[in-house]
């Protein structure tokens, strides 16, 4: 059974997937203290803040985390049609746009509580960035979030005693601290650049896009940057392949 993970090459899907989840720790908790207690990729926290509002009947907090959700929702829309669409570009591409949004997050005029949508451009962002990634099953990889990924490494320890673990067990670890440790490092430019701290890691995607790019435009075929065998992240198993090498 062909690997159906993007990029092809397992090291390198591997460093890119912990440096994106560190960018989003930086971005999400910049944003949480920017935007007073704001999650802009956790959306478990925004869905519980959501019905605690609800059950309050405070329409306007429904309002602002309820939007927020669809917002990252419709980024992981965009973001997966976006993978299907750009071929080979998709690194590039995906990550480009990200860098973008997260440039433009970081000049915004602070909107209304109901309608936040000075952070809408970064949730956008961190929606898209759940489908640049995909593991060897050629599922989305959880950048932005951790709670599944502490599911899946409680697991794949039970799994160690039982037997063996799933090949994508031993990324877990590395995902949560690169989660972690990017969101210390948002706290500390919080409190350094205020809002324009979204400015780093929008750099730091600008690096990542740089690199692919170079790696793409010296070995269009590289297992670095594309596969042959990965379709759009989730599809179906008889989903075709969205990256097509033309030797």
Not at 188 to 213: R, Y
Request: net charge neutral.
């Amino acid at each position: 059974m062909p690997d159906k993970g993007y990029p092809a090459d397992a090291t390198t899907r591997n460093r890119f997937a912990v440096a994106l989840a560190a960018i989003a720790g930086t971005a999400d908790v910049i944003g949480f203290m920017e935007y007073s207690q704001l999650f802009l990729s956790f959306m478990s926290g925004n869905t519980t803040r959501m019905g605690e509002a609800a059950s309050s009947a405070e329409w306007v907090m429904v309002a602002r985390f309820g939007g927020v959700i669809a917002v990252f929702c419709f980024g992981a829309f965009l973001g997966t049609l976006i993978a299907a669409w750009s071929g080979r570009w998709r690194l590039v591409t995906l990550l480009g746009i990200q860098s973008s949004l997260l440039t433009l997050g970081a000049f915004l005029p602070v909107a209304s509580d109901a309608i936040p949508w000075h952070a809408y451009p970064v949730v956008l962002a961190l929606g898209l960035q759940n489908a640049t990634l995909q593991d060897e099953a050629g599922r989305s990889m959880a950048l932005t979030y951790v709670t599944g990924t502490i599911v899946r490494f409680g697991a794949g320890l039970a799994n160690l005693l039982l037997h063996k673990p799933a090949p994508s067990f031993w990324i877990q670890g590395p995902l949560w601290a690169g989660l972690a440790s990017g969101a210390v490092l948002g706290g500390v430019l919080q409190h350094w650049l205020g809002q324009t701290a979204f400015l780093v890691p929008a750099a730091m995607l600008t690096a990542l896009a740089i690199w692919a790019l170079v790696r793409l435009l010296k070995e269009p075929a590289s297992p670095l940057v594309t596969s042959e065998h990965a379709p759009q992240p989730d599809a179906h198993p008889s989903a075709p392949p969205a990256v097509l090498i033309r030797r």
